[in-house]
């Protein structure tokens, strides 16, 4: 009888790690000809200024939408294609993108938009990704402030000397650095120093409760004056309250993303977006 129970156990696990597997080569499959089937999109996340309101960038943030598929979250595919050797492509393609939206958005006399892209661990190890940067800037014509930069703790720590030469090497051409998601890998203050980054961003881990966890604002509140410290700038992430926007506003942190102002939008509503801007600055 047990016996007869460990089997079936047996058999459901495996017909479950077997559907499992059978969804993960299905998606790695999809995922090998999606740039070539134009199923990828960027989408532009507003990054507000907290004293001003005003809009001082985007966060691009890839999306894929599927035939077979649907939509399929970046938490899901960005590791796949990571495992799978496809992310230095998919992320060249991201920065393609960005910067030919960048110079159409100045040709349409849109101004000057800052984008921060976000680079994986496996991308930026790779001694193509600075050069392709350089290059990709000049095909468009995009002045390198026009560029950002997010990577997370862990991106760089496999090999932290390698990555303190490209990121010094792309903040020495004016690209700006961002430390996404902080606090939530493993931190190194350490790194803060050794790193040549202009921006911290609080995760929005730390933003959730931040106006009722004693604990979460007194870490905001330390996060956005380590930075200052350190004559980095603050970008609070996940804003999604009215009553977060105050508190941050209060302590002094600089800029703010979430869905309180804005989801990512698609490149033609950002554009719209961009448009308001500039007859407000007009009128
Ligand atoms: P991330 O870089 O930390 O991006 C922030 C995530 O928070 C985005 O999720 C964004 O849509 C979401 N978000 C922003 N504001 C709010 C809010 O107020 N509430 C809530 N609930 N969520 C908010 P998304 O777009 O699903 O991206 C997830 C992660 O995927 C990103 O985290 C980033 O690590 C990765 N990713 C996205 N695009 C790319 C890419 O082009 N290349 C690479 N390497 N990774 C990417
Ligand atoms: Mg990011
Ligand atoms: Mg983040
Ligand atoms: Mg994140």
């Known amino acids: 009888r047990a016996k007869e129970m460990g089997r079936d156990h047996y058999a459901f696990f495996t017909e479950r790690m077997g559907s499992d597997i059978r969804a993960r080569l299905a998606m790695q499959q999809q995922l090998r000809g999606a740039i070539c089937r134009d199923e990828f999109a960027v989408h532009y996340q507003p990054q507000m200024c907290l004293r001003t309101g005003a809009l001082l960038g985007a966060e691009a943030l890839l999306r894929w939408e599927n035939p077979v598929l649907g939509k399929v979250s970046p938490g899901l595919f960005i590791a796949l294609a990571e495992e799978y050797g496809l992310i230095t492509a998919i992320g060249e393609w991201v920065l393609e993108s960005v910067c030919a ?40 014509g995009i002045a390198p402030a026009c560029l950002g930069i997010e990577i997370t703790e862990s991106t760089v720590m ?42 911290l961003k609080i995760d929005k881990s730390f933003v959730d409760d931040v106006t009722t966890s004693s604990s979460d604002a007194a870490i905001a509140r330390s996060v956005i004056s380590l930075a200052h410290n350190l004559d980095m700038r603050v970008i609070a992430e996940g ?13 002094g942190c600089d800029e703010m993303q979430g869905y309180y102002f804005s989801r990512p939008l698609a490149a033609a509503p950002f554009t719209a977006l961009l448009r308001e801007r500039r007859s407000l600055a007009v009128a």
């Open 239 to 251: 804003v999604e309250t009215r009553e977060q926007v105050d508190f941050l506003t209060e302590h």
């Open 101 to 140: 939206q960048i110079r159409a958005w100045h040709d349409a006399g849109l101004g000057s938009i800052k984008v921060a892209v976000n680079l994986s661990g496996k991308q930026f190890a790779q001694d193509r990704t600075v050069p392709f940067v350089e290059a990709v800037l000049r095909k468009y």
């Open 158 to 199: 496999g090999d932290p000397d390698k990555a303190v030469a490209a990121l010094t090497r792309l903040k020495d051409i004016g690209v700006g650095i961002s430390l996404d998601d902080f606090g939530t890998g493993y931190s190194s203050l350490g790194y803060l120093k050794r790193f040549p980054i202009d921006v």
